[in-house]
């Protein structure tokens, strides 16, 4: 844990120091002590742009990485998480029903027009429309216990869900149209400081909700029925798993686009770099190791190409398509275990 604790300070600090413009670490730690920064212009571009960007990447990648963690405790699939069972796809639907309704369109949400107010309607659209999303997909789980068809049901769920939001989507003007797009690739750029007035208190209650369930998500391990002879209420366990997992991606989904493999990578990788299935060891691993690779993959977007940046899902992809890949082959050879 100290050695990933070094290694998201240091993938902190490098996200802020590297860009477009390289700024040396003397100038980065003159500016956030409020020093006078020895080059001029990098203040605007630290406070204005690196460190927003930075802070949105750790809240979005702990939010995914428990989330991901909480669904797959709680339906017993490796392979459950916030995009897989379509709760990314409903907060889609959420957020294009407020934008398309508000008048102000996609663009002017992208470009950060919206005020706080907005922002938290954003959210609550974005929740609710995860959790339309993942009710049904429940309730398939709950008749059938076969993993691979609840993951079935989920995905055709979402894609479902997504057809119908390209409906909504597609009377929109071109330039609507090409910003909402943008945002379907996925970035922790466009969040500035008013967003995040919304995004991380949000985050961080739904985070202080998954760390206070802890010992209910432990029993869960174990079985329905050793967890309700343990006097646990299953069935709100299970309405507080899903609204707080419906509100971690909720709320990334709003803000960031939809950002695919996080949620289903990292606590694999948590599981087997601390080899615990344990929920006190892996809910503060799996955030912190989100948030790790969430500003690994946000520095590998921003390295130089013929495309510009790099969109963001493309990278989160190649680094948790391996993880799934290798997920598949082990419950090949022998099962789950939580």
Known sequence: MAVISVLLLIAFILAICLGSTSIPLQSVVSVLTGQTSTAAGDADIILSIRLPRALTAGLAGAALSVAGLQMQTMMRNPLADPFVLGITSGASLGVALVVLASGSAIGVFLTGGLGIGSGFAL????????????????????????????????????????????????????????????????????????????????????LLIACLSIKQLNALLLGETYAQSMGLNTKAMHLVTMGTASMLAGAVTAFCGPIGFLGVAVPHIARSLLKSSDHRVLVPASIMLGALLALLAQLISLLPSQFGVLPLNAVTALIGAPVVVLVILRARNGGFVG
């Open 123 to 206: 959210v609550i659209a974005a929740t609710l429309g995860g959790l339309l999303v993942l009710l049904p997909t429940l309730a398939v789980a709950s008749r059938l216990q076969n993993p691979t068809t609840v993951l079935v049901f989920g995905l055709m769920t979402g894609y479902a869900v997504s057809a119908f939001v390209t409906l909504l989507v597609a009377g929109a003007a071109p330039d609507q149209l090409a910003r909402w797009v943008a945002w379907g690739f996925g970035s922790f750029s466009a969040v500035t400081w008013t967003q995040l007035q919304v995004l991380a208190p949000v985050v961080i209650i739904g």
